[in-house]
């Protein structure tokens, strides 16, 4: 295949699959809605003040996902400025709504190149700070389903056969068969080629990976990155739930629903879609109408948040990041 056609595909299937998934799930959840209603609720019932009021806790969990960032870097034995870590992060979220999952490479990236880090071991640190993310994800999702058991009793019965499916998969032979034979598969095929030049090479980048990694178990502030998470959290969640009292449909719901619709929308976060645009919609709207809220009062809950939200706010202050930074380090 000609290098140029190669690398054209290769860019098509990491930017353009992915978006086109994601319109595709948002056509697929909003093509029966009547968008003139929604932007009559819009204009009508929406107090933009209080989603304004929103905006700063969703900057103030970033700077501080920064300041958690630093904290795994230090026992690698750097003290990058935490000017650099706040621009960073702040560009990693505007490069992913046009790249998705691309903005983590170019964070390390920026920061290897203006703090003279090894990516690799910056790429291990920000797996750990992943990996605390999907923990803090679990655990709200445990917490809202245990503080709202009700709720979830009456839509497993409602909708068994979501249940259903999942105790399937969980309890098939096949599942763990399957995981034990990928895992053997794969340990098999570097035990046998570990000769190879770029299988070498794989293995020293994942030693550097790994090293990045375990900067948690020399971490001498624990507590503060325990801290920081909660903070990162709790800026997120009320960037999130503050939008409920700018409806009238939603500001009586309450907190417990709100990590309801919070948990889940989180989970939505974790498709590679930019911006989340699709995937965000449908599960948002899919939490607030087992609330008994209508599908086009929630459609435009969805539509307005997110828009305002993530295509605007996010990309607002990403564009910034990804400009502050060389600006910041110019010379360097």
């Known amino acids: 295949m000609n290098p140029k056609i190669k690398s054209l595909l290769i860019k098509f299937i990491k930017t353009f699959l992915p978006l086109l998934f994601g319109l ?10 009547d968008f003139k209603e929604i932007l009559s609720i819009l204009n009508r019932d929406v107090n933009f003040w209080i989603i304004a009021l929103s905006l700063p806790f969703g900057l103030f969990a970033n700077i501080i996902r920064a300041y958690r960032w630093n904290l795994l870097i230090e026992p690698l034995g750097y003290s990058p400025k935490k000017s650099n870590l706040v621009y960073a992060v702040l560009g990693n979220y505007g490069v992913n709504l046009v790249f998705p999952r691309l903005g983590e490479v170019w964070r390390c990236t920026m920061i290897a190149r203006y703090e003279k ?3 690799t071991k910056l790429f291990g640190t920000l797996i750990t700070d992943r990996l605390a993310d999907t923990v803090m994800v679990a655990l709200i999702v445990v917490a809202a389903f245990v503080m709202n058991v009700p709720y979830f009793d009456s839509f497993f019965q409602q909708h068994p056969e979501s249940l259903d499916t999942f105790q399937k998969i969980v309890t098939s032979f096949w599942t763990y068969i399957i995981i034990i034979t990928l895992a053997l598969s794969v340990w098999l095929f570097f035990k046998l080629f570990k000769h190879l030049a770029w299988v070498k090479k794989f293995r020293k ?12 178990a020399n971490m001498k502030k624990r507590r503060l990155f325990i801290f920081y998470t909660f903070l990162i959290w709790l800026g997120y969640f009320l960037y999130f739930y503050i939008c409920f ?11 417990n629903k709100g990590i309801i619709a919070f948990g889940m929308s989180s989970v939505a976060v974790a498709i590679p879609v930019q911006g989340s645009i699709g995937p965000w919609h449908a599960m948002v709207i899919a939490v607030l109408m087992g609330f008994g809220i ?29 400009l502050a930074l060389p600006i910041a380090n110019k010379g360097k």
């Not at 595709?24 to 809605?33: H, I, N, Q, S």
């Open 117 to 119: 880090i090894s990516f």
């Open 205 to 216: 980048m994942l030693s550097s990976i790994w090293e990045g990694i375990r900067s948690i």
């Open 24 to 33: 595709f799930v948002f056509w697929l959840v909003f093509r029966k809605m």
């Open 294 to 322: 209508n599908s086009t009062d929630t459609g435009a809950f969805a539509f307005c948040v997110h828009t305002i939200q993530q295509l605007i706010f996010t990309a607002a202050f990403g564009l910034f990041g990804v």
């Open 245 to 255: 009292y700018a409806f009238p449909f939603t500001k009586d719901l309450g907190w």
